[in-house]
Nanobody, 118 residues
Framework: VQLQASGEAWCSRGGSLRLSCEAS????????MSWYRQVPGKERGLVAAISTGGITNYADSVKGRFTITRDNAKNTLYLQMNSLKPEDTAVYYC?????????????WGQGTQVTVSS
């Protein structure tokens, strides 16, 4: 399974961006998908998660500003980011937990640099 995320994105404070991440491959079933982010010198942290049934979970720092959605038919994950702040600047990673060959397997996208200028 491969996760292909959208490319580098940037905007000014208060702007909006949309990230996408498409899962491809064969013989797998996505169980859950998430977005994480990481800045230099800090651990990767959860931004938002969504289950197959559409149940969502957000980090407190993005609640009310970010929206995670997924298109199950296309195996594609989205992150709509509004009212962006400079502190949202980070590398964003998509993550998927999939069922494949009788086991759960974790997959990560390549990372997308998001830059918000002040």
């Amino acid at each position: 399974v491969q996760l292909q995320a959208s490319g580098e994105a940037w905007c000014s404070r208060g702007g909006s961006l949309r990230l996408s991440c498409e899962a491809s491959g064969s013989d797998f079933s996505i169980v859950a998908m998430s977005w994480y982010r990481q800045v230099p010198g800090k651990e990767r942290g959860l931004v938002a998660a969504i289950s197959t049934g559409g149940i969502t979970n957000y980090a407190d720092s993005v609640k009310g500003r970010f929206t995670i959605t997924r298109d199950n038919a296309k195996n594609t994950l989205y992150l709509q980011m509004n009212s962006l702040k400079p502190e949202d600047t980070a590398v964003y990673y998509c993550y998927a937990k999939a069922w494949r060959s009788g086991a759960y397997v974790d997959f990560w996208g390549q990372g997308t640099q998001v830059t918000v200028s002040s």
